[in-house]
C-alpha cells in the first residue's frame, strides 16, 4: 500500500481482556517500530523489527505485551488481560533502510481505551 | 538512561507570531537529531540534524543543532492556524539499528 496501515483505529476492551493491534508496513520496509503514546506524552518505544534478525523487545513495559512479525510482513501487537494503564494509542513505524532517517513512515496509530 | 526533554510543553500564540521550541537531550552514542510535527494521530518528518551549527530550513520552519549544549531549537516565524501541532524532538542513537529516544512534545495551538 502507499503508507502504513493499522487496525483497528479505535478499539475499546474492557480491563481483563486481551487484544490484538495490527500493523501493515510499506511493501519493501525491512524494519518495523511500535511506539506507545499515553495523551499528553511523547512516544514510547516498545518494539523494533528488522527483517529475520531477532527483534529488539527492550521496551516492551511487561510480560503481558508480546508482538510478532513473520519476514517483512504484517506486524501484530498482543496486550493481553488489559489494565487501564495500558490505554493509549500505539503507533506502527516502517522505514526503507536504504534511505535511513529519511525513510520513517507512520502509520495513523490504533487509540485503544481500557474501560 | 536515555532521556529527551522538550520546552515548552505547550504554547499558545497569535498568528504571524515567531515561536521557537527547545529541546535537549542526553542520549548516549547520539547519532542525529530528528523533528517530527504530529497532528492528530500520525508524526510526519520535519528535520534530521547530524552536524553542530548548520541551520535547516524548510519554508517558515528551521532548525539547528548545537552538540556542545545537547541542544536543538525548531523556529517557526509568520505561524499559521495550520502550524498547530505537535512538535516531537527525538535523538537517534548509533546502534546496529536506529533506535530513536522521543521526547515528550510541545503541544503549539496558534489562534487566529
Known amino acids: 500500500g502507499a503508507g502504513v496501515s493499522q487496525s483497528p483505529s479505535n478499539k475499546v476492551t474492557e480491563k481483563g481482556k486481551d487484544v490484538e493491534l495490527r500493523c501493515d508496513p510499506i511493501s519493501g520496509h525491512t524494519a518495523l517500530y511500535w511506539y506507545r503514546q499515553r495523551l499528553g506524552q511523547g512516544l514510547e518505544f516498545l518494539i523494533y523489527?528488522?527483517?529475520?534478525?531477532?527483534?529488539?523487545k527492550s521496551g516492551l513495559p511487561s510480560d503481558r505485551f508480546s508482538a510478532e512479525r513473520t519476514g517483512e510482513s504484517v506486524s501484530t501487537l498482543t496486550i493481553q488481560r488489559t489494565q487501564q494503564e495500558d490505554s493509549a494509542v500505539y503507533l506502527c513505524?516502517?522505514?526503507?533502510?536504504?534511505?535511513?532517517?529519511?525513510?520513517?513512515?507512520f502509520g495513523s496509530g490504533t487509540r485503544l481505551t481500557v474501560v | 538512561e536515555d532521556k529527551v526533554v522538550q520546552s515548552p510543553l505547550s504554547l499558545v500564540v497569535h498568528e504571524g507570531d515567531t515561536v521557537t521550541l527547545n529541546c535537549s537531550y542526553e542520549?548516549?552514542?547520539?547519532?542525529?537529531l530528528l523533528w517530527y510535527k504530529q497532528e492528530k494521530k500520525a508524526p510526519t518528518f520535519l528535520f534530521m540534524l547530524?552536524?553542530?551549527?548548520i541551520e535547516k530550513k524548510s519554508g517558515r520552519l528551521s532548525s539547528i543543532l548545537d552538540k556542545k549544549e545537547l541542544s536543538s531549537i525548531l523556529n517557526i516565524t509568520a505561524t499559521q492556524t495550520g502550524d498547530s501541532a505537535i512538535y516531537l524532538c527525538?535523538?537517534?542513537?548509533?546502534?546496529?539499528?536506529?533506535?530513536?529516544?522521543f521526547g515528550p512534545g510541545t503541544s503549539l495551538s496558534v489562534i487566529p
Open positions: 547530524t552536524s553542530s551549527g
Open positions: 523489527f528488522q527483517g529475520n534478525s531477532a527483534p529488539d
Open positions: 527525538a535523538g537517534l542513537k548509533k546502534t546496529s539499528y536506529d533506535k530513536v529516544i
Open positions: 542520549v548516549t552514542n547520539f547519532r542525529s
Open positions: 513505524a516502517s522505514r526503507d533502510p536504504t534511505f535511513m532517517y529519511y525513510g520513517y513512515t
